[in-house]
């Protein structure tokens, strides 16, 4: 990320937050973050104020696709411009397939795809008006999940939304190519993190994975930031599965 200005969305929290630790450890040069929860927000932008680096947060509820443009073009306008977007704001609510309310259909579809769509609808205009660095003018990851490509019974609606977000991307990435704008995605299988170990999923995990255990939340962001830094130049379209074996098994 060696002087890219970054912004996650969802960065508040979980992946979102650690993602925004390594962004400043592998070289990021300004910091923001979007997220529900602002007070959330502006605590994971610690390890940047740290650093002395610029930083912006912003409050979103991203089912709204106004605060979704407000949101991005505030924290934009602080940081000066925003080279990478990780959208990995998601909710992942467990209901027997015969059960899914319309409540229930309605909050995923709007967090998981409406919201990451009006994301990167704003990523785009911004990133099509700045100069480009080398060939790339801007990147996007978007966090789906291998579940969008597996039989998930017990999680329908937001294997679903996954599998929207993966053909999001696609189309996305297709479309803003000519203007050197890199969209992929990352989709990682079940990860070993605190909240999973509070709610008991460890060992549906590791008895999911050829490995024998969930992954560790750093395993998964070295790929997301791996995509939407400098390192890439090249990739675009792409759905890196990172799943421990899960995919196949």
Same mark, same amino acid.
């Given at each position: 990320?060696?002087?890219?200005?970054?912004l996650?969305?969802?960065g508040g929290?979980?992946?979102?937050?650690?993602l925004?630790?390594?962004?400043?450890?592998?070289?990021?040069s300004?910091l923001?973050?979007?997220?529900?929860?602002?007070?959330?927000?502006?605590?994971?932008?610690?390890?940047?104020?740290?650093?002395?680096?610029? @930083?912006? =947060? &912003?409050?979103?509820d991203?089912?709204v696709?106004?605060?979704? %443009?407000? #949101?991005? $073009?505030?924290?934009?306008?602080?940081?000066?411009?925003?080279?990478?977007?990780?959208?990995?704001?998601?909710?992942?609510?467990?209901?027997?397939?015969?059960e899914?309310?319309?409540a229930?259909?309605?909050?995923?579809?709007?967090?998981?795809?409406?919201?990451?769509?009006?994301?990167?609808v704003?990523?785009?205009?911004?990133?099509?008006?700045?100069?480009?660095?080398?060939?790339?003018?801007?990147?996007?990851?978007?966090?789906?999940?291998?579940?969008?490509?597996?039989?998930?019974p017990?999680n329908?609606?937001?294997?679903? @939304?996954? =599998? &929207?977000?993966?053909?999001?991307?696609?189309?996305?990435?297709? %479309?803003? #190519?000519? $203007?050197?704008?890199?969209?992929?995605?990352?989709?990682?299988?079940?990860?070993?993190?605190?909240?999973?170990?509070?709610?008991?999923?460890?060992?549906?995990?590791?008895k999911?994975?050829?490995?024998?255990?969930g992954?560790?939340?750093?395993?998964?962001?070295?790929?997301?930031?791996?995509?939407?830094?400098?390192?890439?130049?090249?990739?675009t379209?792409?759905?890196?599965?990172?799943s421990?074996?899960?995919?196949?098994?």
């Amino acid at each position: 990320m060696k002087d890219l200005s970054v912004l996650i969305v969802g960065g508040g929290a979980g992946l979102g937050a650690l993602l925004a630790r390594m962004a400043v450890e592998n070289g990021a040069s300004k910091l923001g973050i979007i997220d529900i929860n602002q007070e959330a927000a502006e605590a994971a932008l610690e390890p940047a104020r740290t650093k002395g680096l610029p @930083t912006a =947060a &912003a409050r979103c509820d991203i089912q709204v696709g106004p605060q979704c %443009h407000a #949101a991005f $073009d505030a924290v934009a306008a602080e940081l000066g411009r925003v080279d990478t977007l990780i959208n990995c704001a998601a909710i992942y609510p467990r209901r027997p397939l015969l059960e899914i309310t319309d409540a229930e259909w309605d909050a995923s579809n709007g967090i998981n795809i409406k919201g990451t769509y009006h994301m990167m609808v704003a990523a785009v205009r911004h990133m099509q008006d700045q100069a480009p660095k080398g060939e790339v003018r801007g990147r996007i990851v978007n966090l789906t999940s291998v579940d969008a490509f597996k039989a998930h019974p017990q999680n329908a609606h937001y294997a679903a @939304t996954k =599998a &929207a977000v993966v053909s999001l991307t696609r189309s996305f990435a297709h %479309h803003v #190519a000519k $203007d050197g704008i890199l969209v992929n995605s990352v989709a990682p299988a079940g990860m070993a993190t605190e909240r999973a170990k509070a709610l008991g999923f460890l060992e549906e995990l590791a008895k999911a994975s050829p490995l024998g255990r969930g992954a560790k939340p750093t395993e998964i962001a070295e790929w997301v930031l791996m995509a939407g830094s400098e390192k890439n130049t090249y990739m675009t379209g792409e759905n890196i599965i990172v799943s421990g074996g899960y995919i196949y098994a």
